[in-house]
Nanobody, 124 residues
């Protein structure tokens, strides 16, 4: 059973950068879409970015042009580079794998493998 473990979270000032990493204990097949979600205090979990099985990348409007998702199938890792961070980016960030190969969407219900999350806090 593959497990996902996020790292790289922390405290950063407004305008700063962080790089999150998601390491899989097993192989990440390129046929699966990988995604990042986040959950702020008192709010529902929301989509952040995905790297689809086809290689295309999709971002939430709120992070477009600031965040970059990437994956390294050989190293079984998925990363999220976050630049120009804002206080509203404060949340727990989760990586996830889509439940089916050759599918891609933003809904969290489509993902069945999740990491434990890593906290990102952006101070104003």
């Amino acid at each position: 059973q593959v497990q996902l473990v996020e790292s790289g979270g922390g405290l950063v000032q407004t305008g700063g950068s962080l790089r999150l990493s998601c390491a899989a204990s097993g192989r990440i097949y390129s046929s699966y879409t990988m995604a990042w979600f986040r959950q702020a205090p008192g709010k529902a979990r929301e989509f952040v970015a995905l790297d689809s099985y086809s290689g295309s990348k999709t971002y939430a409007d709120s992070v477009k042009d600031r965040f970059t998702i990437s994956r390294d199938n050989a190293k079984n890792t998925v990363a999220l580079q976050m630049n120009s961070l804002k206080p509203e980016d404060t949340a727990i960030y989760y990586c996830a794998r889509h439940r089916s190969p050759y599918y891609s969407d933003r809904g969290e219900d489509a993902y069945d493998l999740w990491g434990q999350g890593t906290q990102v806090t952006v101070s104003s």
